[in-house]
């Protein structure tokens, strides 16, 4: 991968939250904002995470961009 770390809380965080994630993965109600506040301690489940591959990537991708636009200067 291009040298990134984001651990998952981050990840939440940087897709817009536990309630926005929990929406936009179908998650409805407290239940499922609270499902992802869980994920920020436990871990995105691999499942979930292969399940919505693209989702949980794009925020790594962008990361990727800024880092290889700031090489060399």
Same mark, same amino acid.
């Given at each position: 991968? #291009?040298? #990134? *770390? $984001?651990?998952? *809380?981050? &990840?939440?965080?940087? &897709? +817009?939250? %536990?309630? &926005? !994630? %929990?929406?936009? #993965?179908?998650? =409805? +109600? *407290?239940?499922?904002?609270? @499902? !992802? $506040?869980?994920?920020? @301690? @436990?871990?995105?489940?691999?499942? !979930? @995470?292969? =399940?919505? &591959?693209?989702?949980?990537?794009?925020?790594?991708?962008? %990361?990727?961009?800024?880092? =290889?636009?700031? *090489? +060399?200067?």
């Amino acid at each position: 991968m #291009l040298g #990134l *770390k $984001m651990n998952d *809380k981050e &990840l939440i965080e940087k &897709l +817009g939250g %536990a309630a &926005l !994630v %929990a929406k936009k #993965l179908g998650y =409805e +109600g *407290k239940k499922g904002i609270c @499902r !992802v $506040m869980n994920w920020k @301690r @436990r871990g995105i489940p691999s499942k !979930v @995470r292969l =399940e919505h &591959l693209g989702y949980f990537m794009s925020p790594l991708m962008q %990361a990727g961009d800024k880092n =290889e636009n700031t *090489k +060399g200067n």
